[in-house]
């Protein structure tokens, strides 16, 4: 199958979606009913971004090849073959938290590793944030809720849910938190509420200033996440203590493992400090240090 799509399953149907909405590319979806045999062939035009097949039965299980059309592809290229029942099915593990706090080295570090079930962990990073991204702006909760409830992976690490906490739903729902001081400079730094694109028209601005509406941000994702969670672990003792990985691998009901925890994403530069001018420090405290109190207590001893 290729590497740039997606299969949602929901209750008697399943849809095929580009992960890139860009991704003009004319494909063909081949799937066939385990039970009965019975085959279907049909095109997915390139200006289309998902494809649903519907009138499915839920209780049987099907076989799904996505593959792109034409005589030297059909040479050069064996898709493979997907099994899919086509059920909504929740989501074992939702990983949330402001941004910049390691969604994504979270879920790098859980993915392929083993449920305490014997099922091996496929663990994802904003998934179909293209789909996802543009429902939040239009407040279209029901729709992100049909995505997650489509995945077929069972953790989804996702910080901008923090946002629409109502749209969560999970057995187990993580909050990860991080330094808020670290979180707002590497936000500034990412270009936080300085442009126009989706990732910040998602983002709730509760002041005029860059650097005021990315601490409103860090407290709010913290404690909207902090309102849903059945866990809350803070990166820093993840990426320095074992024993807290090995803690929250115990909650998830995951297998123990000595694999490292990783950094996967770097801001475009240092997320430190040090440089606030003694104004943006009084507003930090201002606006962020309620949180940081209950999740860094003696932070302030650092300045």
Request: net charge neutral; with cysteine.
């Amino acid at each position: 199958m290729p590497e740039k799509t997606v299969i949602l399953t929901h209750d008697g149907s399943l849809t095929v979606c580009k992960t890139q909405i860009d991704w003009q590319r004319d494909l063909r979806v081949t799937w066939a009913d385990t039970v009965s045999g019975k085959g279907h062939e049909v095109e997915f035009p390139a200006e289309k971004n998902s494809l649903a097949l519907e009138g499915l039965d839920p209780s049987h299980t099907y076989s799904v090849r996505v593959s792109r059309p034409g005589l030297v592809h059909k040479l050069t290229s064996t898709p493979s073959e997907i099994l899919v029942q086509p059920v909504s099915t929740p989501l074992t593990v939702i990983i949330t938290g402001s941004g910049r706090c390691g969604t994504q080295s979270l879920a790098r570090y859980l993915d392929n590793l083993v449920f305490e079930s014997g099922q091996p962990v496929d663990a994802r990073h904003e998934t179909l944030s293209e789909y996802i991204l543009p429902l939040i702006i239009r407040k279209d909760f029901d729709g992100v809720r049909r995505i997650l409830s489509g995945f077929g992976h069972q953790v989804e690490a996702a910080p901008y849910l923090s946002i629409v906490p109502e749209t969560i739903e999970a057995k187990h729902i993580v909050h990860l938190t991080r330094d808020g001081r670290r979180v707002v400079q590497s936000g500034v730094n990412r270009g936080w509420y300085q442009n126009d694109s989706n990732w910040n028209k998602i983002k709730p601005r509760l002041a005029e200033d860059v650097f005021a509406s990315s601490c409103h941000l860090w407290t709010l994702t913290n404690q909207n996440s902090a309102k849903v969670s059945t866990t809350t672990v803070r990166m820093e003792d993840l990426s320095q203590s074992p024993e807290s990985c090995s803690a929250l691998l115990s909650e998830l009901e995951i297998e123990a493992t000595k694999r490292p925890f990783p950094q996967a994403n770097r801001g475009k530069a240092p997320s430190g400090f040090d440089a606030w001018t003694s104004g943006q420090k009084d507003r930090f405290r201002e606006i962020c240090g309620g949180v940081m109190n209950v999740y860094y207590p003696g932070w302030e001893s650092e300045w």
